[in-house]
């Protein structure tokens, strides 16, 4: 709607450029200089208030130990990116991430794109039901599950905090998402699928240069708002080496290295074996490396890390 309402000697990228320019200006410059010396004193106070935490984060728990191990729980300005090759459970992991902190009592703002709103929809409900997604979305549920299903989504229907999926057509671009985010109020954003959005700067989407600009800019986003940022992207078999996946198969560019405060990625154990996933930390600004199995359970929509339990 922007580009065509815009002056015939306007052209598409200079609408995009100066839509960025405008997110530029209003970003970190709002944020407040800190003398280090001034009240030390109550960093230790601040300190002793996480440390009595019952989860010991100092952000949003995310329902996975490894993910808060890296991040410390998900806080403000951070960007987390997750990278697994296609058909890997990229979308799902950052789904189920969304669902937990829902069910936190937080509000999640979801954008995929790489499955429609109403993919994303019947996923959700799968995982809160704790049923099949398949069976789900054909109408095969038992009479046991179709109770349960109807009485998950009447305990949904009285939540207070929001859950928001939005339409991929209005968040192509960062000053898109950056818009919903002003009127939606988030506790934090999952952006699904970031290599497919297109660049303001160079009207580009999925080019080095397209997906630099847009990491950089999702960076500043996150501290503008102060809400954590969560995105997905490609890794590239032909870069995994031996089947690994490691941050050197991030797809595109190498701007997420220097852009994202955690790496984390995912893969199978085995590509004969679906019920499992293999989670890794694979770079982080404040911890060392790390790896968790994860059940995939499709069949009872689960999607978390085993316990001891589960052996």
């Not at 952000?59 to 806080?75: K, M, R, Y």
């Not at 934090?188 to 497919?196: E, N, Q, S």
């Not at 080095?208 to 590239?236: C, E, G, H």
């Not at 770079?283 to 790896?291: A, L």
Request: proline letters at 4%; aromatic letters at 6%; hydrophobic letters at 35%.
């Amino acid at each position: 709607t922007v580009l065509q309402e815009s002056s015939d000697s306007e052209t598409a990228v200079e609408v995009m450029q100066r839509g960025l320019a405008g997110l530029a200006d209003a970003s970190p410059t709002d944020t407040h200089d800190i003398d280090l010396t001034e009240n030390a004193l109550s960093r230790f106070d601040e300190y002793m208030e996480i440390k009595t935490r019952p989860d010991g984060l100092l952000g949003l728990p995310t329902g996975f130990s490894l993910i808060d191990q890296a991040t410390g729980g998900l806080q403000p300005g951070q960007l987390v990116t997750i990278i697994a090759p296609p058909k890997t459970g990229k979308s799902q992991i950052c789904l189920q991430m969304a669902t937990n902190v829902h069910e936190a009592g937080l509000v999640p703002m979801f954008q995929s794109f790489e499955m429609s709103n109403h993919e994303q929809l019947t996923r959700y409900d799968a995982m809160r039901a704790r049923v099949s997604h398949s069976r789900l979305i054909n109408g095969l549920l038992t009479p046991e599950e179709e109770g349960r299903y109807k009485a998950k989504l009447a305990s949904i229907e009285k939540m207070r905090e929001k859950f928001w999926l939005v339409d991929s057509a209005a968040g192509m671009t960062v000053t898109g998402i950056s818009s919903k985010i002003q009127v939606l109020h988030p506790d934090v954003v999952f952006i699904d699928g970031t290599y497919l959005m297109i660049d303001e700067q160079t009207g580009e989407a999925n080019t080095p240069q397209a997906i630099t600009n847009i990491t950089r800019s999702l960076k500043r986003m996150a501290q503008r708002f102060k809400v954590p940022i969560v995105i997905s992207t490609q890794a590239l078999k032909w870069k995994m080496k031996k089947g690994q996946v490691t941050a050197d198969s991030i797809g595109y560019s190498s701007s997420f290295h220097q852009d994202a405060d955690v790496i984390f990625g995912l893969q199978r154990e085995d590509e004969a074996v679906d019920d499992t996933r293999v989670l890794k930390i694979l770079d982080s600004r404040n911890s060392g490396r790390g790896e968790v199995t994860l059940m995939w359970d499709w069949n009872n929509g689960q999607f978390r890390e085993l316990e001891n339990d589960d052996l």
